[in-house]
Structures are given as C-alpha cells and as structure tokens.
C-alpha cells in the first residue's frame, strides 16, 4: 500500500509526536518504539479495509483523511493491544483518536475488518458484537446496559444521530434511517428503520442496493 507522504517509519514517528502532543508525559520514545514494531500489521489491516470502500482509492492511505486515518488509529491501538497487552501504549493512542476525531472506540473492541465512517465527530461504540462492512456516521451510538449487549449484523447501516442500546439486535442488510432509536429491540434483517410514534419504529424494505455504495462486494 502506498503512504502518501510517508514511510512507515516517519509515520510511526509522527504518530508519536501527536501522542506526545496530546499525552505529554514523556513517552514518546517508548511509543514510537512500540508503533515502529506493529505499524506493518496495522498498516496491512487499514489496507485491507482501505481497498474495499468504493469511494477510497484502493491501494492508498492519506494521514491527512480523516475517516482513514480515525481507523488507523484504532487498528494501531488494537494491534498493540492484542500483540503485547501494552494498555498504556493502547490508551493514549486512543485518546489521540478521542482527541483528533471526537470518536470512542476502544482498543480492546472487536471491529470488523471492513468498515466505513463518513464522519466519525460523536460516534461511541461499546464492546458489542459488529458485523463486516459496518456504516457508521456523526454522533451514531452502540452502547451496553448491563449485561445487555447489542448485536450489529453484516452490512448495517447507521445513518446521524442513532443509536442501538441494551439487548437489541440487528440484523443482516438492515439500514437505521436518521435519528433510529433501538433500545431492547429487534431490526429485521433487511429492514430499514424510522422513527415512530412514543419512542417505537417504523420498518420498510432497505434499497438492495445501498450497500454498493460504500463498499466493493
């Protein structure tokens, strides 16, 4: 994959530098060591998910792409999460992306290894169970209550201002118009969900084709 502007390693250096600007704690040596040792896997997963969104160029990450560069952030983290158990090193990365992207995502969750974010300002994710080419927006939510996991099929869409709480589920295909809330509830696989009345929602068949649209399938 081609870095525009980089190399692996002065991107690793540059990553660095932004942690030290954000964390100033005198760690940027120790992390630009750690970066340097799992920035190829990193760099390999963004390009796995870099060349199947339709609307990137394939075979190409820009650092100054905000939505390419808010993943790779968390691919770094988690890599360096998985690979040493390093949290310190995995929390300030993700307090860079918190920082750069206004964007919680977790080091420690599962995301898929293809999916897109058109604008990452206000999304929170919690450690929920997410499906491959996942379509996320501005200030979209999946959160937990309690033990309550929600369950995010493959090739979902959330489209601003949603949200999926609690024991939800939602299915293969489906798409969450604007403003969707699901809380404890269900989403047909296929379904594309509105607002209804007295907090509830409204269901009709998603477009087939939606998905095209974002990703190459």
């Given at each position: 994959?081609?870095?525009?502007?980089?190399?692996?390693?002065?991107?690793?250096?540059?990553?660095?530098?932004?942690?030290?600007?954000?964390?100033?704690?005198?760690?940027?040596?120790?992390?630009?060591?750690?970066?340097g040792r799992h920035i190829?896997?990193?760099?390999?997963?963004?390009?796995?998910?870099?060349?199947?969104?339709?609307?990137?160029?394939?075979?190409?990450?820009?650092?100054?792409?905000?939505?390419?560069?808010?993943?790779?952030?968390?691919?770094?983290?988690?890599?360096?999460?998985?690979?040493?158990?390093?949290?310190?090193?995995?929390?300030?990365?993700?307090?860079l992306n918190k920082a750069?992207?206004?964007?919680?995502?977790?080091?420690?969750?599962e995301m898929p290894k293809?999916?897109?974010?058109?604008?990452?300002?206000?999304?929170?994710?919690?450690?929920?169970?997410?499906?491959?080419?996942?379509?996320?927006?501005?200030?979209?939510?999946?959160?937990?209550?309690?033990?309550?996991?929600?369950?995010?099929?493959?090739?979902?869409?959330?489209?601003?201002?949603?949200?999926?709480?609690?024991?939800?589920?939602?299915?293969?295909?489906?798409?969450?118009?604007?403003?969707?809330?699901?809380?404890?509830?269900?989403?047909?696989?296929?379904?594309?969900?509105?607002?209804?009345?007295?907090?509830?929602?409204?269901?009709?068949?998603?477009?087939?084709?939606?998905?095209?649209?974002?990703?190459?399938?």
């Amino acid at each position: 994959m081609k870095l525009i502007d980089h190399s692996p390693a002065s991107l690793a250096d540059y990553t660095a530098a932004q942690v030290a600007a954000v964390v100033p704690d005198g760690s940027r040596d120790a992390m630009a060591a750690v970066i340097g040792r799992h920035i190829d896997e990193a760099l390999a997963r963004v390009g796995h998910c870099i060349d199947r969104v339709a609307m990137w160029r394939a075979g190409e990450f820009n650092y100054l792409h905000s939505s390419q560069y808010c993943i790779y952030l968390y691919y770094l983290a988690n890599t360096i999460w998985k690979q040493e158990r390093d949290a310190g090193a995995a929390t300030r990365l993700f307090l860079l992306n918190k920082a750069l992207n206004a964007i919680d995502l977790f080091y420690e969750i599962e995301m898929p290894k293809v999916f897109f974010i058109g604008h990452s300002v206000g999304i929170v994710l919690a450690k929920a169970t997410y499906g491959e080419h996942l379509v996320l927006y501005q200030n979209s939510t999946v959160g937990r209550h309690r033990t309550d996991i929600p369950v995010v099929g493959e090739g979902v869409i959330i489209y601003p201002n949603s949200a999926v709480i609690g024991r939800s589920r939602v299915g293969d295909g489906a798409v969450l118009s604007q403003g969707s809330r699901v809380v404890n509830a269900e989403v047909p696989a296929g379904a594309m969900a509105f607002p209804g009345e007295n907090g509830g929602l409204t269901f009709r068949p998603a477009p087939s084709d939606l998905l095209s649209d974002y990703f190459r399938l």
